[in-house]
């Protein structure tokens, strides 16, 4: 074995060619242009690979979380949320490139653009960005190859990242052991939307709702909304969840008690999936900025408003949103519900 030979470095590194050189008017700054979008297809190709081996570990009808396969996942997302901080930084290489450089060559892209990178749409999909949710639905495929639309189309069809976290969480066990909640005692009233529902919820509620400052009761109605489904007449808003009430029960049970080392696993998958979320739109965010910075206002090659367009992008295409506003429902560690002894031994792992 070469090293040449073992990593094809004949194809990779025979693969830059110059438009503008072979239009007799070479611009130097085409080779670094050429070299960060490959380079960024390539990470891409990683991020796809990492968080697909993720799905299919997450696909199992029942996953051990006391075993390797959680620890797999977790270390998986947490090396895209690296991968995803180093993609953020190539930015200020690219950002060596000056407007005026960027215009010696920019008219000859056209209509080519990053708006074509079917991997980065992939990545999108596979992490649980639906269709409904994109910003721009009439033209995000509108300038893809057919090969590449099926591929995104795909992913957008198969359980993404963040169905399979919410299969998950509903699956988790706890509320549904009577045996270990015998001594959990709660003195709350049980009102309309915690009937039917485990009795940890009716006093959590309870405690939730007396933490709200004057200014925030508000809070109260959305919390009833997350955790029980109850609607306050906003039927989009209800139709745009991805996470269920079960789900988002499960998940800020997590959060709450994540010191016991059972919930420690899972509360660092939830962790790094907002690491991922944040990664993903700082990358957005200094994309656009170097957009601005480079080409003003003027459209993109690709065809959209430019910089407007990535503006909107950026503020819809959050993908663990529903995950991150459960920190809206904290409180204090001091005031939490004291867990029964039988719970305390379930996740603390005590015999
Ligand atoms: C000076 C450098 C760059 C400029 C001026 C630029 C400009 C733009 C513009 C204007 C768009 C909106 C679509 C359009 O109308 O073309 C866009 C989209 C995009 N660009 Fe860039 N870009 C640059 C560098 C990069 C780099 C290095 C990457 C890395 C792969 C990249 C990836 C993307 C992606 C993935 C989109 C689609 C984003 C989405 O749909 O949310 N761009 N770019």
């Known amino acids: 074995m070469h090293y040449s030979d ?20 070479p611009a130097h700054d085409e080779m670094l242009f050429i070299i960060i979008h490959q380079t960024y297809e390539l990470w891409f190709k990683q991020l796809l690979f990492e968080i697909s081996s993720v799905n299919q570990i997450m696909q199992q009808s029942s996953l051990n979380d006391n075993s390797p396969e959680l620890q797999t996942v977790v270390h998986r ?4 949320g690296t991968i995803l901080k180093l993609l953020v930084h190539q930015i200020d290489v690219m950002e060596t490139m000056t407007p005026m450089d960027f215009l010696d060559f920019r008219d000859i892209l ?18 649980g960005l639906k269709y409904a949710q994109r910003y721009g639905q009439e033209y995000y ?11 995104i189309k795909k992913a957008e069809t198969e359980q993404s990242l963040l169905q399979l976290v919410n299969s998950w969480l509903e699956r988790m066990p706890f509320f549904n052991e009577a045996g270990s909640w015998k001594n959990f005692e709660s003195n709350a ?9 485990h009795t940890f919820w009716k006093e959590y509620r309870h405690r939730y709702q007396n933490s709200l400052a004057p200014e925030e009761q508000s809070n109260a109605a959305l919390f009833d909304f997350v955790f029980f489904g109850v609607r306050e007449n906003d ?19 997590i959060m709450l008690y994540r010191g016991y080392p ?13 690491e991922i979320d944040e990664q993903l739109s700082t990358w957005r965010y200094r994309h656009m900025n170097m957009v601005h910075r480079t080409i ?3 459209i993109g090659t690709g065809g959209s408003s430019g910089r407007e367009y990535l503006k909107n992008a950026l503020d819809k295409h959050y993908i663990f949103k529903e995950i991150a506003q459960l920190n809206s429902f904290l409180i204090e560690r001091k005031k939490l519900p004291k867990l029964s002894s039988e719970m305390e031994q379930r996740v603390g792992f005590l015999t």
């Open 6 to 25: 073992y990593l094809h470095l004949d194809k990779i590194l025979g693969a830059q060619f110059l438009e503008s050189e072979k239009r007799n008017s």
């Open 77 to 80: 997302l947490s090396r895209s």
């Open 110 to 127: 056209r209509p080519a653009s990053g708006f074509q990178s079917w991997q980065f749409k992939e990545l999108e999909a596979t992490l």
């Open 141 to 151: 495929i509108s300038k893809l190859r057919p090969g590449e639309i099926e591929k």
């Open 189 to 197: 009233k049980a009102e309309e939307p915690v009937i039917g529902v």
């Open 235 to 253: 039927k989009e808003m209800e139709s745009s969840r991805s996470v269920s009430p079960a789900a988002c029960r499960s998940a800020l049970f």
């Open 262 to 274: 059972m919930l420690q696993l899972p509360f660092q998958l939830l962790n790094q999936l907002l």
């Open 296 to 298: 003003g206002t003027r």
